[in-house]
């Protein structure tokens, strides 16, 4: 159920991850590779945390709204490094979607907590 309750905010996790990928691979082609470290680097933490906050989401952890946190900071970041480069398409399109991504992963982690049977069972 936790699926279809955050599958808007799933499926950006999961647009913004392909995005990233994409732009590392396309910035790791790019003449000048070294001028492009950082957003590479923050391209692969941006993707390997949206795919995290995705798979809690779709497994209601309860660390969910947490890993959402997270997850729109690292976007936020990756964002304003590829608008650095903005020239580039891929890195226009992956600030786009890292942008969408901040603010479905905002709307997330701010949402009420809804209510689950067996709520007040002591966690092993």
């Known amino acids: 159920m936790s699926h279809e309750i955050h599958a808007d905010c799933i ?43 995705a798979a809690l989401m779709a497994r209601g952890s309860r660390f969910a709204k947490e ?5 729109a900071v690292a976007c936020e970041a990756c964002a304003r490094e590829c608008e650095r480069h ?5 890195c226009r399109a992956c600030a786009e979607a890292c942008r969408k991504c901040a603010d479905e992963c905002r709307r997330m ?3 009420a907590q809804p209510a689950v049977a067996g709520a007040g069972v002591a966690a092993h």
């Open 11 to 53: 499926e950006a996790c999961h647009a913004c991850a392909d995005a990233c990928d994409h732009c590392a691979s396309a910035c790791l082609s790019e003449a000048d590779v070294k001028r492009m470290a950082e957003c590479i680097r923050l391209d692969i933490d941006c993707a390997e945390l949206c795919r995290l906050a």
């Open 67 to 71: 890993m959402c946190r997270v997850c």
């Open 86 to 90: 903005a020239d580039m398409e891929h």
């Open 109 to 111: 982690a701010s949402e």
